[in-house]
Protein backbone atom coordinates (compact mmCIF):
# COMPACT_ATOMS: atom_id res chain seq x y z
CA UNK A 1 0.00 0.00 0.00
CA UNK A 2 1.61 3.21 -1.24
CA UNK A 3 1.38 6.51 0.62
CA UNK A 4 -1.86 7.45 -1.14
CA UNK A 5 -3.26 4.47 -0.17
CA UNK A 6 -3.97 2.55 -2.79
CA UNK A 7 -3.57 -1.30 -3.09
CA UNK A 8 0.13 -1.95 -5.51
CA UNK A 9 1.67 -5.08 -6.64
CA UNK A 10 1.78 -5.10 -10.18
CA UNK A 11 2.42 -2.24 -12.30
CA UNK A 12 0.49 -3.30 -15.47
CA UNK A 13 -2.83 -5.40 -15.46
CA UNK A 14 -5.35 -7.57 -17.63
CA UNK A 15 -8.52 -5.58 -16.41
CA UNK A 16 -9.28 -2.25 -15.37
CA UNK A 17 -12.35 -1.15 -13.90
CA UNK A 18 -12.85 2.85 -14.06
CA UNK A 19 -15.76 4.43 -11.74
CA UNK A 20 -17.00 7.08 -10.27
CA UNK A 21 -17.38 6.61 -6.81
CA UNK A 22 -15.40 3.82 -4.53
CA UNK A 23 -18.17 1.03 -3.75
CA UNK A 24 -19.79 1.21 -7.62
CA UNK A 25 -17.24 -1.53 -8.50
CA UNK A 26 -18.17 -3.87 -5.92
CA UNK A 27 -21.63 -3.46 -7.15
CA UNK A 28 -21.53 -3.86 -10.88
CA UNK A 29 -18.72 -6.23 -11.81
CA UNK A 30 -17.32 -7.46 -8.24
CA UNK A 31 -17.92 -10.36 -9.31
CA UNK A 32 -16.34 -10.73 -12.45
CA UNK A 33 -12.99 -9.18 -11.12
CA UNK A 34 -12.91 -12.06 -8.60
CA UNK A 35 -13.84 -14.11 -11.62
CA UNK A 36 -11.28 -12.83 -14.02
CA UNK A 37 -8.53 -13.22 -10.72
CA UNK A 38 -8.92 -16.75 -10.60
CA UNK A 39 -8.13 -17.61 -14.08
CA UNK A 40 -4.94 -15.92 -12.90
CA UNK A 41 -5.69 -12.11 -15.06
CA UNK A 42 -4.08 -9.15 -13.24
CA UNK A 43 -7.26 -6.79 -11.82
CA UNK A 44 -7.17 -3.26 -11.14
CA UNK A 45 -9.66 -0.29 -10.14
CA UNK A 46 -9.75 3.10 -10.57
CA UNK A 47 -12.23 5.41 -8.49
CA UNK A 48 -12.22 9.04 -9.80
CA UNK A 49 -13.30 10.65 -6.84
CA UNK A 50 -13.18 9.99 -3.12
CA UNK A 51 -16.12 10.40 -1.62
CA UNK A 52 -16.26 13.67 0.48
CA UNK A 53 -19.53 14.78 -0.90
CA UNK A 54 -21.48 11.55 0.37
CA UNK A 55 -24.31 11.35 3.08
CA UNK A 56 -22.30 9.05 4.45
CA UNK A 57 -18.70 8.61 6.15
CA UNK A 58 -16.05 10.58 4.97
CA UNK A 59 -13.17 9.85 2.81
CA UNK A 60 -11.13 8.73 4.78
CA UNK A 61 -13.76 6.06 5.88
CA UNK A 62 -14.22 5.52 1.97
CA UNK A 63 -10.95 5.02 1.66
CA UNK A 64 -10.06 2.22 4.34
CA UNK A 65 -13.29 0.63 2.90
CA UNK A 66 -12.19 0.76 -0.45
CA UNK A 67 -8.67 -0.98 0.33
CA UNK A 68 -10.48 -3.48 2.33
CA UNK A 69 -13.11 -4.64 -0.38
CA UNK A 70 -10.07 -4.58 -2.78
CA UNK A 71 -8.56 -7.22 -0.95
CA UNK A 72 -11.62 -9.36 -1.20
CA UNK A 73 -12.05 -8.94 -4.30
CA UNK A 74 -8.19 -9.55 -5.29
CA UNK A 75 -7.37 -6.58 -7.28
CA UNK A 76 -3.40 -6.07 -7.30
CA UNK A 77 -3.98 -2.64 -7.64
CA UNK A 78 -6.15 -0.02 -6.77
CA UNK A 79 -6.22 4.03 -6.37
CA UNK A 80 -8.57 6.94 -6.63
CA UNK A 81 -8.06 10.27 -8.69
CA UNK A 82 -8.91 13.54 -6.99
CA UNK A 83 -12.12 14.20 -9.19
CA UNK A 84 -14.61 16.30 -7.42
CA UNK A 85 -17.60 13.66 -5.60
CA UNK A 86 -21.12 14.76 -7.53
CA UNK A 87 -19.58 17.28 -9.97
CA UNK A 88 -17.16 14.84 -12.59
CA UNK A 89 -16.79 16.78 -15.73
CA UNK A 90 -15.26 15.79 -18.87
CA UNK A 91 -12.63 17.51 -19.76
CA UNK A 92 -9.05 17.62 -21.25
CA UNK A 93 -7.29 18.02 -17.73
CA UNK A 94 -9.16 14.96 -16.36
CA UNK A 95 -9.05 12.70 -19.49
CA UNK A 96 -5.41 13.42 -19.08
CA UNK A 97 -5.11 12.18 -15.72
CA UNK A 98 -7.04 8.85 -16.81
CA UNK A 99 -4.42 8.37 -19.64
CA UNK A 100 -1.75 8.49 -17.21
CA UNK A 101 -3.30 5.73 -15.38
CA UNK A 102 -3.92 3.96 -18.68
CA UNK A 103 -0.32 3.97 -19.52
CA UNK A 104 0.94 2.82 -16.57
CA UNK A 105 -1.47 -0.13 -16.42
CA UNK A 106 -1.37 -0.77 -19.79
CA UNK A 107 -4.80 -2.78 -19.68
CA UNK A 108 -6.72 -5.24 -22.68
CA UNK A 109 -9.58 -4.20 -21.12
CA UNK A 110 -11.74 -1.50 -19.37
CA UNK A 111 -15.00 -1.45 -17.66
CA UNK A 112 -16.73 1.60 -17.97
CA UNK A 113 -20.37 3.04 -15.93
CA UNK A 114 -23.29 2.17 -18.45
CA UNK A 115 -23.89 5.75 -20.22
CA UNK A 116 -27.51 6.02 -18.82
CA UNK A 117 -27.94 6.20 -14.99
CA UNK A 118 -29.37 7.60 -12.06
CA UNK A 119 -26.33 9.22 -10.73
CA UNK A 120 -25.17 12.09 -13.43
CA UNK A 121 -20.98 11.04 -12.22
CA UNK A 122 -22.14 7.67 -13.97
CA UNK A 123 -23.03 8.92 -17.09
CA UNK A 124 -20.49 11.30 -17.56
CA UNK A 125 -17.68 8.85 -16.60
CA UNK A 126 -18.59 6.24 -19.57
CA UNK A 127 -18.14 9.51 -22.21
CA UNK A 128 -14.81 10.30 -19.84
CA UNK A 129 -13.41 7.11 -19.55
CA UNK A 130 -14.07 6.30 -23.47
CA UNK A 131 -12.18 9.36 -24.20
CA UNK A 132 -9.69 8.81 -22.27
CA UNK A 133 -9.16 5.36 -23.93
CA UNK A 134 -8.43 6.86 -27.50
CA UNK A 135 -6.45 9.71 -26.20
CA UNK A 136 -3.78 7.18 -24.56
CA UNK A 137 -3.56 5.94 -28.26
CA UNK A 138 -2.27 9.02 -29.44
CA UNK A 139 1.60 9.10 -29.32
CA UNK A 140 1.57 12.98 -29.07
CA UNK A 141 -0.46 13.50 -26.36
CA UNK A 142 2.70 13.67 -23.20
CA UNK A 143 1.07 11.61 -20.78
CA UNK A 144 4.92 10.55 -19.14
CA UNK A 145 4.57 6.99 -20.69
CA UNK A 146 4.37 5.71 -23.86
CA UNK A 147 0.74 5.57 -25.83
CA UNK A 148 -1.48 2.65 -25.12
CA UNK A 149 -4.67 1.96 -26.08
CA UNK A 150 -6.89 -0.66 -24.60
CA UNK A 151 -7.88 -3.35 -26.98
CA UNK A 152 -11.92 -3.67 -25.38
CA UNK A 153 -13.96 -1.40 -23.39
CA UNK A 154 -17.16 -3.17 -21.97
CA UNK A 155 -20.40 -0.96 -20.04
CA UNK A 156 -21.28 -2.50 -16.86
CA UNK A 157 -25.36 -2.29 -16.92
CA UNK A 158 -26.54 -2.68 -13.96
CA UNK A 159 -28.27 0.26 -12.88
CA UNK A 160 -29.96 0.66 -16.83
CA UNK A 161 -33.31 -1.32 -17.55
CA UNK A 162 -31.29 -2.59 -20.84
CA UNK A 163 -30.66 -6.20 -22.28
CA UNK A 164 -26.80 -7.08 -21.57
CA UNK A 165 -25.00 -7.86 -24.66
CA UNK A 166 -22.94 -10.54 -22.37
CA UNK A 167 -23.61 -11.85 -19.03
CA UNK A 168 -20.36 -13.38 -16.68
CA UNK A 169 -21.21 -15.86 -14.84
CA UNK A 170 -20.72 -14.86 -10.92
CA UNK A 171 -22.14 -18.01 -9.26
CA UNK A 172 -18.97 -19.32 -7.43
CA UNK A 173 -18.27 -15.71 -6.36
CA UNK A 174 -21.35 -14.51 -5.31
CA UNK A 175 -20.78 -14.32 -1.54
CA UNK A 176 -16.89 -12.70 -1.83
CA UNK A 177 -18.97 -10.03 -3.98
CA UNK A 178 -21.12 -9.07 -1.45
CA UNK A 179 -19.00 -8.91 1.20
CA UNK A 180 -16.66 -6.91 -0.60
CA UNK A 181 -19.95 -4.47 -0.86
CA UNK A 182 -20.66 -4.67 2.95
CA UNK A 183 -16.99 -3.48 3.34
CA UNK A 184 -18.29 -0.16 3.29
CA UNK A 185 -19.86 -0.30 6.84
CA UNK A 186 -19.71 3.71 6.50
CA UNK A 187 -22.32 3.40 3.63
CA UNK A 188 -24.43 0.40 4.37
CA UNK A 189 -24.67 -0.04 8.09
CA UNK A 190 -28.18 0.79 9.59
CA UNK A 191 -27.91 4.85 10.98
CA UNK A 192 -29.89 7.91 11.16
CA UNK A 193 -27.97 9.68 8.21
CA UNK A 194 -29.04 9.34 4.81
CA UNK A 195 -32.11 6.51 6.07
CA UNK A 196 -34.20 7.91 3.90
CA UNK A 197 -32.21 7.25 1.13
CA UNK A 198 -30.77 4.19 1.68
CA UNK A 199 -31.55 0.80 1.64
CA UNK A 200 -32.24 -1.04 4.71
CA UNK A 201 -29.24 -3.13 5.36
CA UNK A 202 -30.63 -6.15 5.72
CA UNK A 203 -32.71 -5.56 2.65
CA UNK A 204 -28.96 -5.28 0.52
CA UNK A 205 -28.20 -8.94 0.08
CA UNK A 206 -31.36 -9.74 -1.09
CA UNK A 207 -31.66 -6.99 -3.32
CA UNK A 208 -28.40 -7.84 -4.87
CA UNK A 209 -28.80 -11.36 -4.96
CA UNK A 210 -32.13 -10.75 -6.93
CA UNK A 211 -30.53 -8.72 -9.61
CA UNK A 212 -27.59 -11.01 -10.10
CA UNK A 213 -29.93 -13.65 -10.08
CA UNK A 214 -32.08 -12.19 -13.01
CA UNK A 215 -29.08 -11.36 -14.73
CA UNK A 216 -28.55 -15.17 -14.37
CA UNK A 217 -31.32 -16.60 -15.48
CA UNK A 218 -30.75 -14.72 -18.95
CA UNK A 219 -27.52 -16.61 -19.43
CA UNK A 220 -28.49 -20.21 -18.01
CA UNK A 221 -26.76 -19.58 -14.92
CA UNK A 222 -27.72 -19.04 -11.47
CA UNK A 223 -26.19 -15.61 -10.69
CA UNK A 224 -24.16 -12.94 -13.29
CA UNK A 225 -23.25 -9.33 -14.35
CA UNK A 226 -24.19 -8.04 -17.41
CA UNK A 227 -22.40 -6.14 -19.71
CA UNK A 228 -22.93 -3.85 -22.67
CA UNK A 229 -20.42 -3.76 -25.73
CA UNK A 230 -21.28 -1.03 -28.21
CA UNK A 231 -19.45 -3.33 -31.31
CA UNK A 232 -20.33 -6.39 -32.86
CA UNK A 233 -19.76 -9.63 -31.63
CA UNK A 234 -17.23 -12.44 -33.70
CA UNK A 235 -18.16 -15.75 -33.74
CA UNK A 236 -15.47 -18.44 -34.57
CA UNK A 237 -17.46 -21.66 -34.28
CA UNK A 238 -21.58 -22.24 -33.85
CA UNK A 239 -21.21 -25.04 -32.11
CA UNK A 240 -19.32 -23.33 -29.14
CA UNK A 241 -21.56 -20.71 -28.78
CA UNK A 242 -23.40 -21.04 -25.08
CA UNK A 243 -26.41 -20.31 -23.67
CA UNK A 244 -29.52 -22.42 -24.80
CA UNK A 245 -31.83 -21.25 -27.56
CA UNK A 246 -35.30 -23.38 -26.80
Known amino acids: MNSAGSIEVAAACDVLAIAAHR ?47 ARILGVGWRDALDLPDGAIENTLE ?21 WQARHPDHSIVAALGYEACFLSGLARVEADAAPHRPFKIVYASLYADVRPSFVVDITAFIEQRHAAL ?40 KYGEPFIQKEVGLVDDLTLIPVLSI
Open 23 to 69: DDVEQTCGGTLLRMASRGLRTAILDLTRGEAGTRGTAGDREREANEA
Open 94 to 114: NRIKIVRVLRRLRPRVVILPY
Open 182 to 221: MAYRSQYTNQAAGSGLFVPEEEIRERTFAEARHYGLLAGV
